[in-house]
């Protein structure tokens, strides 16, 4: 695949690489502007870059489009590609590029023009009558977008911003191949049926409000879940020598600028004024646990310090961007600050590294590994974030991980390690995230005294393995399509009588299992089993037993797990042993 690349240099690239599959999913944005233009003559362009799952382009038309329009668009798209026309690159000065984006009648080009800097170079990309300022890269014909997909419709602003115009933005995806296409268009219409916000309606886990945009509500089942996967998140941390402590959720506003957060993330914090101070809800958990470290003197003897906290904080996201429980307002961070001296820095973060791949193990996640280096508005000595940068880097490559390196994605204090997650239909996910920071130890003037009796400033590790719990609930309601594993299930066992006489012999059944802390309820009505079957297979709960006139004369169950239509009957005691096994070994038993 032939690829114009920003420099106006023709270059062979494949699909699989980057710039090819960047290149073909720019030019089928261009694609999708012509074919509107060829509709709608008066729509106005704004922007259409590539994405990392397909394209989109935003659009100014007098009224928006909508689902309907989509196929309509998509045949006049199908028609460009077919003509097979030839993409061409030109350059041209300021007042040129201005008059031709003022002729074709494009406000918004001019204004991303003149928001260029002056020395900018200014790259046009023509194909057939269609002409688009961009830099590209794209293919060199049309007819290379093989396969594409008008995907949805969505709102946007302009240029991000609440005061500007709402433009209609068109989402679409592009593959060389057709049959990739349909593998990715099958994949989007499994996430549909797994997604979590109707799958936690269904289930009964959770609900979001108009009375608090972005703030979840947990119900009784989805506090199950959370409270299981905080009992597993502390008996975990206690075995790895962390202790828990728990911070403030409001702390003044000298807290924040001596943590440089009040400089650097003012506008994603809720504030308040309190007795004529200004107050901040914490948005992270670290200042907080940096005055848990002060409060009292330490020496290398105690180091390295585990301090786990699970806190809920507080960060201003736009209302745009809030969904379900993966982009809320408020979250629980599984946070934990590790304190140590310079010659502990690899072995500590080895041993995070260890403790996220327990974790992700055991749900069945993949994930592969990103190291984010410094960004531009850092705080700190660069000298300092070397040494940190080759500290995170040394530890990965020691236990011999694969990593990408992210340039300048680091967070404003430190680098970081980022964990992206693959879950069951191939999505990733950044959650388990491990930063190294010199820098608050030193604004807070943290120390502690080492063997030679002298002063010395603790060098200091911000992880989290969920990342966000509410996310991270989010994401294995997704992952397992709400069909927990038996010990996160909010209800693990249904028993099913099948007549009024077994009711009795139920209620016995009930009892022995609730002794054992097994989650259970009991479903007497007067219903055709096939049906009460059903409606638990529906609630997705991992056991069912089906008690009739044979079992309770034997003193068994029939046992019947979710997705098997097949009954195994075994003795009471026998099926609590292995129920009980499983979940306190948090696997699967074949039944």
């Not at 433009?167 to 049959?179: D, E, M, N, Q, V």
């Amino acid at each position: 695949m032939k690829v114009i690349t920003h420099s106006g240099v023709i270059e062979e690239y494949s699909f699989e690489d980057e710039i090819g599959r960047g290149a073909l999913r720019h030019t089928a944005s261009h694609i999708l502007a012509q074919a509107v233009k060829n509709l709608y003559p008066d729509t106005k362009l704004a922007i259409g870059p590539s994405i990392k799952d397909g394209f989109y382009y935003d659009f100014d038309c007098v009224t928006p489009f909508t689902e309907d329009d989509l196929e309509k668009i998509e045949a006049e798209m199908k028609k460009i590609v077919k003509s097979n026309l030839k993409l061409e690159r030109f350059t041209l000065s300021r007042a040129e590029a201005i008059k031709l984006m003022e002729d074709k009648g494009e406000p918004y080009k001019v204004e991303l023009i003149n928001d260029l800097p002056e020395d900018e170079e200014l790259s046009f990309f023509k194909q057939g009558d269609f002409v688009d300022l961009c830099a590209g890269p794209h293919v060199t014909y049309t007819s290379a977008v093989k396969a594409f997909k008008l995907t949805s419709v969505a709102g946007a602003y302009w240029r991000g911003s609440e005061k500007n115009k709402m433009l209609t933005r068109i989402y679409g995806t592009a593959f060389s191949a057709k049959p990739d296409l349909e593998e990715y268009l099958a994949r989007i219409e499994e996430a549909k049926k797994r997604d979590h916000r109707r799958i936690g309606k269904e289930m009964g886990l959770f609900m979001m409000t108009d009375e608090g945009p972005g703030f979840p509500f947990f119900l009784p089942n989805g506090m199950i879940v959370k409270n299981e996967l905080i009992n597993y998140w502390r008996q975990i941390h206690t075995r790895e020598g962390y202790v828990e402590v728990s911070t403030p959720m409001m702390l003044n506003r000298q807290l924040w600028e001596t943590s440089g957060h009040w400089g650097h993330y003012k506008d994603n914090m809720y504030t308040t004024v309190i007795d004529d101070v200004d107050f901040a809800v914490k948005p992270m958990n670290c200042p907080g646990g940096m005055l848990v470290y002060k409060s009292e003197p330490h020496s290398y003897r105690d180091l390295p310090l585990r301090c786990g906290e699970l806190g809920l904080v507080h960060r201003h996201e736009k209302s745009g961007a809030l969904h379900g429980l993966m982009r809320v307002r408020c979250f629980t961070q599984d946070d934990a600050h590790i304190f140590m001296t310079r010659e502990q820095i690899t072995d500590e973060i080895k041993g995070v590294v260890r403790l996220i791949d327990e974790v992700y193990g055991l749900f069945g996640f993949k994930y592969h590994v990103e190291l984010s280096t410094m960004p531009e508005d850092h705080i700190g000595d660069e000298a300092d974030w070397e040494i940190a940068t080759d500290s995170l880097r040394a530890a990965l490559e020691q236990m011999g991980l694969d990593y990408i390196i992210n340039e300048g994605d680091g967070a404003f204090y430190g680098p970081k390690i980022d964990f992206h997650l693959e879950d069951s239909i191939g999505r990733t996910w950044q959650c388990g995230t491990i930063q190294l920071d010199f820098q608050l130890p030193m604004r807070f003037d943290a120390e502690y005294i080492g063997s030679d009796g002298q002063k010395h400033r603790p060098i200091m590790i911000h992880r989290v393995v969920f990342g966000s719990i509410e996310r991270f609930i989010g994401i294995l309601i997704e992952h397992y399509a709400g069909k927990f594993p038996t010990w996160l299930a909010p209800m693990q066992v249904k028993v099913l009588p099948i007549t009024d006489r077994n009711n009795k012999y139920t209620d016995k059944i009930l009892a022995k299992l609730r002794a054992k802390g097994v989650r259970c309820e009991a479903d007497k009505r007067q219903e055709k089993m096939g049906f009460k079957i059903r409606e638990a297979q529906v609630s997705k709960v991992p056991y069912m037993l089906v008690i009739g006139d044979q079992e309770q004369a034997d003193g068994t169950v029939a046992v019947r797990k979710r997705d098997t239509n097949n009954t195994v009957t075994m003795k009471v005691a026998d099926f609590i042993k292995l129920i009980t096994k499983e979940i306190a070994n948090k696997g699967e038993i074949d039944a």
